[in-house]
């Protein structure tokens, strides 16, 4: 990832917002609606942005909505990148160097997944405690890019505590369940099958998806406070005897919207 390029996007996002974002929210799939909410505000849509990129999966808008939220300033991604699009993992990145280096501070990310732990059901939201990388790649692979972090950053608490705390607490007040867990991210596009699926449960994998991992790596690395939110859309491969589809990630999202947005809402408008 060139300087050149970061800083080019965050200059033309000057010109379009005269504010720095308390916090950058990436929406997952079927979760974008939340960014309706937003008062006062300037959508800048992907393809807009000189030298930025374009997603293509189902139920992703492709824009940044800037604005004002329970009090604070937000950037709300509706659409986010994924390794499977074929973008490289520097480039499914990108958006978080880009807001890092205007000036962002808080990442909360979230993402549709599957259940690996057979407690967790279509439904649930699971705070992701720690995650891991199947990917076989890393966004931070390459030129260190010194003005944002150190060579060999730690890993040990990439998601902050504290913001889970908060995260329970809202949860508790408002009658929302929350589970915590380890989120496995695998490329795709395709779904894991049954033998991968035994393979990360015993490894510790508590949910599996296909986002969030490059996101948080480099946000992490960037000394950005993260946490990450999970919706279980569906039970993995080989758990229940039916087929995966992403008809299915979609219908379950919209139908925990309601306690998905009070949630998050909340922990906006009492973070630090």
Known sequence: MEMKRIDQIVEYLKSQVSFVPDVLVILGSGLGSMAEHVENKIIVKYEDIPEFLVSTVEGHAGQFVFGDYK????????????????????EVTLPVFVLNRLGVQNMIVTNACGGVNESLLPGDLMLIEDHLNFTG???????????????????????????????????KEEGIPLKRGVYAMYTGPSYETPAEIRAYRTLGADAIGMSTVPEAIVANYAGMKVLGVSCITNMAAGILDQPLNHEEVIEVSTRVRESFTTLISRVIEEME
């Open 71 to 90: 009090g604070k300033k937000v950037a709300m991604m509706q659409g986010r990148f994924h390794y499977y699009e074929g973008y490289s993992m520097k």
């Open 137 to 171: 790649n890393n966004p931070l692979m390459g030129k260190n890019l010194d003005s944002f972090g150190a060579r060999f950053p730690d890993m040990s608490k990439v998601y902050n505590r504290d913001l889970m705390g908060l995260a329970e607490r809202v949860g």
